[in-house]
């Protein structure tokens, strides 16, 4: 079974530009969420898609958006880039609900974002 | 928002259990503790998880307290392969308004 996977792994933008990450879950999972990850900060977390609506939004300004899919697949974007943008973005997918439903969420290994 | 502290790091030889706490004081009664860990360049992978009672899986135990305001990962037999940083988190359920709060995390140094 494949993992979930994040595109692309590696990425270097200028100030002001915009950025969309991708994120596919492994098959079966419709809950994707989204995490900032910087050496200062740890691991915060962005938004939660599930079955195509948002449902839980973490405390970041309006520029960081995002959006699922029918099959599941999610996108994060980023417009305006700041220097403070630069971090390893994470996505992970689960399964909610049902009978043997765990919670566990299941990570990508991330985009790494520079911004110069 | 219910949070959770770790201490920062700490050190364990290896062969050795390992215990690391983690402090939940605001849980909620249906906040699940999860436990993750984060090898160097890989995202974070799950470990064990739990609610109320201890639980046991192939890579760890997980101690809970009565009140459920802390609880402690537990490697029974630290290898090199477990130095990582590790993050205790709540989550609530699936159909609950929740927000998925994570702490700084522990980074776990194993001494060979």
């Known amino acids: 079974k494949a993992g979930v996977t994040q595109t692309p792994r590696y990425l270097i933008k200028t100030r002001g530009q915009q950025v969309t990450l991708s994120c596919s879950p492994i098959?079966?999972?419709?809950?994707v969420s989204w995490y900032q990850q910087t050496p200062g900060q740890g691991l915060q977390f962005l938004f939660e898609?599930?079955?195509?609506?948002?449902?839980n939004k973490g405390n970041f300004p309006g520029r960081f958006s995002g959006r699922q899919f029918s099959n599941s697949r999610s996108e994060m974007n980023v417009s305006t880039l700041e220097l403070g943008d630069s971090a390893l973005y994470l996505c992970?997918?689960?399964?909610?609900?049902?009978?043997?439903?765990?919670?566990?969420?299941?990570f990508g290994e991330g985009s790494r974002l520079t911004v110069l | 928002d219910a949070k959770t502290t770790q201490p920062n790091s700490m050190e364990s030889n290896e062969e050795e259990p390992v215990h690391l706490p983690c402090n939940h004081s605001?849980?909620?009664?249906?906040?699940?503790i999860h436990w993750y860990r984060q090898l160097p360049s890989q995202g974070p992978e799950y470990v064990i998880h739990?609610?109320?009672?201890?639980v046991n899986n192939r890579m760890a135990s997980l101690a809970i307290a009565e009140d459920r305001k802390s609880s402690t990962l537990i490697l029974h037999r630290a290898t090199l392969r477990d130095a990582a940083v590790y993050y205790c988190?709540?989550?609530?359920?699936?159909?609950?308004?929740?927000?998925?709060?994570w702490g700084a995390g522990t980074k776990l140094i194993i001494k060979p």
């Open positions: 992970a997918s689960t399964v909610l609900g049902g009978a043997g439903s765990t919670g566990e969420l299941f």
């Open positions: 098959s079966g999972h419709r809950s």
């Open positions: 898609y599930f079955s195509e609506t948002q449902r």
């Open positions: 605001t849980i909620s009664g249906t906040d699940y």
């Open positions: 739990g609610l109320t009672s201890n």
């Open positions: 988190i709540l989550r609530g359920l699936w159909d609950s308004n929740y927000q998925l709060i």
